[in-house]
């Protein structure tokens, strides 16, 4: 079956150290990849997309992905992250339909 | 980017009544969808709205329960129906697609619904 799936449950991180957030799907097709940012208390917004070209992906926010076909994964990566940084986080995919699935979510904790 | 907009933001609601959520968008788009994200949880598709028909159900939602309407091209109503507290959720419309919004999903602000 077609599923997005990530694996860092909880993420907690000092201001400064970097990141990233796992994403793997299940697929062997053309497929279209997404990351969401949800702050607390706010709505889904979007980081980041890929559909096709360079893999490295870069988004807002300084956030940036890499598409690695072979491994079916497209993980989230930012350098140092902020306090600011601190939210939940969503893959998700469209495969051969319009749509859009999702992975269970990161949440992410930054202390200063 | 489509702007979406969504009413009612937040509700309190009665156990056993119903409620009906509008979706607006401001530009003519080929998708709509309909997600509900329950407490701590990622989101889940409900459906998707299909324009002069029949919405699309997941597996595990039926119409009884969430009717869904689209008479027009940026118009929707997700209704959730003789709600019970399992129902308490965010519940957001997306739009977008192969067409419209060039393979982009974006969502609505959400409404948030708790019901007592």
């Known amino acids: 079956a077609q599923s997005v799936s990530q694996h860092n449950h909880h993420v907690i991180l000092s201001e400064a150290a970097s990141l990233e957030l796992g994403c793997n799907y299940s697929y062997g097709g053309t497929v279209n990849l997404f990351w969401y940012v949800q702050y607390p208390g706010q709505h889904l917004q979007l980081l980041l997309k890929y559909f096709s070209g360079d893999p490295l992906v870069k988004g807002i926010k300084g956030f940036e992905a890499e598409f690695i076909k072979s491994k079916f994964s497209f993980n989230l990566r930012k350098p140092s992250v902020q306090w600011s940084d601190t939210a939940e986080y969503f893959c998700?995919?469209?495969?051969?339909?319009?749509?859009?699935?999702f992975g269970t979510g990161t949440r992410l904790q930054v202390f200063p | 980017s489509a702007v979406i907009s969504q009413k009612p933001s937040r509700d309190i609601c009665q156990r056993g009544t119903s409620l009906t959520i509008q979706c607006q968008v401001d530009s003519q788009v080929t998708m709509m969808f309909w997600y509900r994200q329950q407490p701590g949880q990622s989101l889940t598709l409900i459906a998707t709205a299909n324009q002069g028909s029949e919405a699309t159900y997941e597996s595990g939602f039926v119409i009884d329960k969430f009717p869904i309407s689209r008479p027009n091209l940026t118009f929707s109503t997700l209704t959730v129906s003789n709600m019970s507290p399992e129902d308490s959720s965010i519940y957001l419309c997306?739009?977008?697609?192969?067409?419209?919004?060039?393979?982009?999903?974006?969502f609505g602000e959400g409404s948030w619904l708790t019901v007592v």
């Open positions: 998700a995919a469209i495969f051969n339909t319009d749509k859009l699935i």
């Open positions: 997306s739009v977008g697609g192969t067409k419209g919004t060039g393979n982009t999903i974006y």
